[in-house]
Nanobody, 119 residues
Framework: QAQLVESGGGLMQAGGSLRLTCMAN????????MAWFRQAPGNQRELVAS???????YYVDSAKGRFTISRDNAKNTVNLQMNSLKPEDTALYYC?????????????WGQGTQVTVSS
């Protein structure tokens, strides 16, 4: 069982940067595939970025070149560095974990952290 807690959201002007952090409680963090999702009002939840247990990463097209996902297995954390923020990045950002790198569904979810980007 893993519990996920996000932090780092907030209000930022367009062009600015934010760093989201997700801390996972549980003994098997290094084997988890970790991801960041986001959901804006009226929109479906969207996978923003993911990182496998061996460090392979995925980014949605809108995040490529601006966002970087990373993990620190010693600290049980996964980060999402968001640069060049745009108003359309405004959403509730969720951390998620899957027990296997080959899963398409995620097993554990955080409560979310709000990111608001003003123009």
């Amino acid at each position: 069982q893993a519990q996920l807690v996000e932090s780092g959201g907030g209000l930022m002007q367009a062009g600015g940067s934010l760093r989201l952090t997700c801390m996972a409680n549980g003994p098997t963090f290094s084997r988890l595939m970790m991801a960041w999702f986001r959901q804006a009002p009226g929109n479906q939840r969207e996978l923003v970025a993911s990182i496998t247990s061996v460090g392979s990463t995925y980014y949605v097209d809108s995040a490529k070149g601006r966002f970087t996902i990373s993990r620190d297995n010693a600290k049980n954390t996964v980060n999402l560095q968001m640069n060049s923020l745009k108003p359309e990045d405004t959403a509730l950002y969720y951390c998620a974990a899957a027990r296997s790198d080959v899963q398409t569904e995620y097993d554990y979810w955080g409560q979310g952290t709000q990111v608001t980007v003003s123009s």
